[in-house]
């Protein structure tokens, strides 16, 4: 059985970091792209980032780039998101998602981890 | 940026009857777009991929129809575990979603 569960998420300053992290089971990790998706509280799905399945090719979303950074350790099947530079228009559940081969389709999901960003 | 309109941003329908949504992009995909559900509280659930590739589990009254800007997602004898809200996402460019579409109970 597929399993993704994120940590690292809770209340951050304006201008502060978090790193979210997504641990997961019940697939070769290391096979698949993943990514991390976003939700806004009463909003829609936005993109964030994806990193390949052996991590020599990362991208991000326009919300992402120069802030955020995408990484994996594929030894201990988990995904991470490094957040910096946070702002209040980062509040969101973060989603880590798996990637079906050859296109940015998410097919497995995490059950998310709520990011607050206030003062 | 492709931009993903959906329609209508809510659809009223009984049980048992068919509901359509709509999803348009701003510039082609080709069939490069997936359809989604979401229930409160919880994450997405991958539908349709391919424009018209049913993922795994997913049971066949849903169906998938569409290329290029028009693409539409049908689901037919609407069940109670149905109604939900749900998401067309590009991935010719990037992975932009819509959205959504709230199926309501009528």
Redesign the interface.
């Known amino acids: 059985e597929v399993q993704m569960v994120e940590s690292g998420g809770g209340l951050a300053q304006p201008g502060g970091s978090l790193r979210l992290s997504c641990a997961v089971s019940g697939f070769t990790f290391s096979n698949y792209w993943m990514h991390w998706v976003r939700q806004a509280p009463g909003k829609g799905l936005v993109w964030v980032s994806r990193i390949s399945s052996d991590g020599n090719i990362i991208t991000y979303g326009d919300s992402a780039k120069g802030r955020f950074t995408i990484s994996r350790d594929d030894a201990k099947n988990t995904l991470y998101l490094q957040m910096n530079s946070l702002r209040a228009e980062d509040t969101a559940v973060y989603y880590c998602a798996r990637g079906v081969v050859g296109a940015t389709v998410f097919d497995y999901w995490g059950q998310g981890t709520l990011v607050t960003v206030s003062s | 940026?492709i931009v993903m309109t959906q329609s209508p941003a809510t659809l009223s329908v009984s049980p048992g009857e068919r509901a359509t949504l709509s999803c348009r992009a701003s510039q082609s995909v080709n069939t490069?777009l997936?359809w989604?559900q979401?229930k409160p509280g919880?994450?997405?659930?991958?539908l349709i991929?391919?424009a018209t590739t049913r993922?795994?589990g997913i049971p066949a009254r849903f169906s998938g129809s569409g290329s290029g800007t028009e693409f539409t997602l049908t689901i037919s004898g609407l069940q109670s575990e149905d109604f939900a809200v749900y998401?067309c996402?590009q991935?010719d460019n990037?992975?932009?979603?819509?959205?959504?579409t709230k199926v309501e109970i009528k």
Do not use: C, D, V
Request: overall charge neutral; charged content about 10%; glycine content about 16%.
């Open positions: 940026e490069n997936a989604y979401q919880q994450a997405p659930r991958l991929y391919w993922a795994t998401y996402q991935y990037g992975g932009t979603f819509g959205q959504g």
